[in-house]
């Protein structure tokens, strides 16, 4: 949910600039403070970024209701995105989708009036709104979002140059990660691979600009890859990936040590598919100590994050052999999993699931048959639930 700083800052500027008026102090107020928060927010500083954005969203909400233009509303529009995006990085993802929410039902309030001025913001928001669906494990509704802002963004890269061709982008990434989730793997890596065609364009004024996106879109294609049974290719994708995130990280840790995390972790998975046992544990372990030092520093956050490292190291553990080691990483895995409430459950049983199939593969071997079936029974019935067609 990162990228939104040129966003933001244009989604409330045309308003503010040419029609706040005598409320020109209290607008530079409350730009302050949605600049403040769009910097603690690209370094890491979530904690931080929500209370400060708080206080911005609060700042335009207040001007808003004060001025006699309906359409004043927009001004909180932009905040609201930014409160949806550091609310999920918290893992607070019900709070994000009602902000993301309402940033939608405000976008297209004003794009149905003024399409040629507000569509690109609704798209925008439609991105975000998205994410945050896709976080909760709503895959149906993400899709469902990311196809139109996608359909938006198409329509509007084709008529207005290439300035809109980043947000398509992005656009397809979401989408991909969720027709992957949804089963629809050849669907996936078609719309991945034109996200990561998109973003291997050579951007000579900004060349290191979209190097985070195009990681994101790697990982979504090594997702599809994987799901097709093409393991090679999603492994050398996914190198790919954590060779950007790890170059990123080494700049900026506070802001990218976290997607290094995830990328390591997907990794991990793809050398344990391929069979690449020792190397897929030294992945695990390195993304493990990456999210529990993220974990220990922000309580509540990566917690999801964390637990699926846990479950990359159980597969890698297995792969040696390590059948007792692989119960005390598995058995954390599940506590943090089971601990996740309602509002992420959808996002977390999947990895629920691949634990608890690890944890039977090893149960078995050491001899413990019941506690062996009974973790294997739990895993099938959870991937029923999560099967294309039935309520996640």
């Known amino acids: 949910m990162r990228g939104l700083r040129s966003r933001w800052k244009d989604a409330t500027a045309a308003f503010t600039i040419s029609q706040a008026g005598g409320a020109a102090p209290a607008v530079k107020q409350a730009a302050a403070a949605s600049e403040e928060t769009l910097r603690l927010f690209s370094l890491g500083h979530y904690q931080e970024a929500l209370a400060v954005g708080e206080q911005a969203l609060l700042r335009y909400r207040r001007l808003a209701d004060a001025h006699p233009d309906p359409d004043a509303v927009v001004l909180a ?6 409160q949806a995006a550091t609310l999920g990085q918290l893992g607070r993802c019900e709070e994000a989708l009602a902000a993301s929410a309402e940033a939608v039902v405000i976008r297209r309030r004003l794009a149905d009036a003024y399409p040629d001025a507000h569509l690109p913001r609704l798209a925008g928001s439609l991105v975000i709104h998205s994410a945050v669906l896709g976080a909760l494990g709503r895959r149906e509704e993400s899709l469902a979002a990311g196809e139109e802002a996608t359909t938006v963004l198409r329509q509007l890269a084709g008529t207005q140059a290439q300035g809109h061709l980043p947000d398509l982008a992005r656009s397809l990434v979401i989408q991909s990660a969720a027709l992957s989730c949804l089963g629809r793997h050849e669907e996936a890596l078609t719309t991945s691979e ?3 065609a998109i973003l291997r364009q050579p951007d000579e004024a900004q060349p290191m600009a979209l190097l985070p996106d195009l990681a994101r879109s790697l990982v979504a294609q090594a997702a599809a890859l ?13 190198e790919q990936a954590t060779a950007i995130r790890r170059r990123l990280a080494d700049t900026q840790p506070e802001a990218f040590l976290p997607e290094l995390g995830a990328s390591l972790n997907a990794q991990s998975l793809a050398l344990s ?3 690449r046992s020792e190397e897929a544990l030294a992945a695990s372990e390195e993304a493990t100590a990456i999210l529990r030092r993220l974990a220990d520093a922000q309580p509540g956050a990566f917690l999801l994050e964390l637990a699926t490292s846990l479950v990359a190291q159980s ?32 996002a977390s049983l999947p990895f629920l699931a691949k634990s608890l199939v690890v944890r ?9 048959g019941e506690e062996a079936r009974a973790a294997s029974e739990e895993a099938t019935a959870i991937r029923q639930r999560l099967a294309p067609g039935r309520d996640a």
């Open 315 to 346: 597969f890698g553990l297995h792969g040696l052999g390590r059948y007792e080691e692989v119960l005390g990483a598995s058995d954390e895995a599940n506590a943090l999993l089971r601990r996740l409430d309602d509002a992420q459950r959808g």
């Open 226 to 238: 994987s799901g097709l049974g093409r393991l090679e290719e999603a492994l050398t994708t996914s």
């Open 194 to 196: 034109q996200a990561t």
């Open 77 to 82: 529009a932009g905040p609201l995105e930014q």
């Open 273 to 275: 598919d391929s069979q």
């Open 360 to 368: 039977s593969l090893a149960l078995h071997e050491l001899g413990r």
